[in-house]
Nanobody, 120 residues
Framework: QVQLVESGGGLVQPGGSLRLSCAAS????????MGWYRQAPGKQRELVAD???????NYADSVKGRCTISKNDAKNTVSLQMNSLKPEDTAVYYC??????????????WGQGTQVTVSS
């Protein structure tokens, strides 16, 4: 079993910055993908950014140029630096990890979510 703990959410003014962090713990043999998703009220959960074991990254068009995802393999952590935040970035942000145990069985794990509110 893997647990994800997120931190860094909060209230920020438009144009401000936040850094979200996620730490994975538990039975982890190999991590394939770590990423961030978000869900605003009345909308579907959507990908913000992710990064795989080969360090390739994907970003939603709406955040390209404003967000940077990074990871620390030794610590099993992933972070999302968000700059020039807009009110439309307001959402609950969820950390997601795809990992396998020593038997090669892969699972998808989600964090509990952290609220990001961009408002003046």
């Amino acid at each position: 079993q893997v647990q994800l703990v997120e931190s860094g959410g909060g209230l920020v003014q438009p144009g401000g910055s936040l850094r979200l962090s996620c730490a994975a713990s538990g039975t982890i043999f190999r991590i394939y993908t770590m990423g961030w998703y978000r869900q605003a009220p009345g909308k579907q959960r959507e990908l913000v950014a992710d990064i795989n074991s080969g360090d390739s990254t994907n970003y939603a068009d709406s955040v390209k140029g404003r967000c940077t995802i990074s990871k620390n393999d030794a610590k099993n952590t992933v972070s999302l630096q968000m700059n020039s935040l807009k009110p439309e970035d307001t959402a609950v942000y969820y950390c997601r990890i795809i990992s396998s145990d020593s038997r090669g069985v892969a699972n998808v794990y989600w964090g509990q979510g952290t609220q990001v509110t961009v408002s003046s």
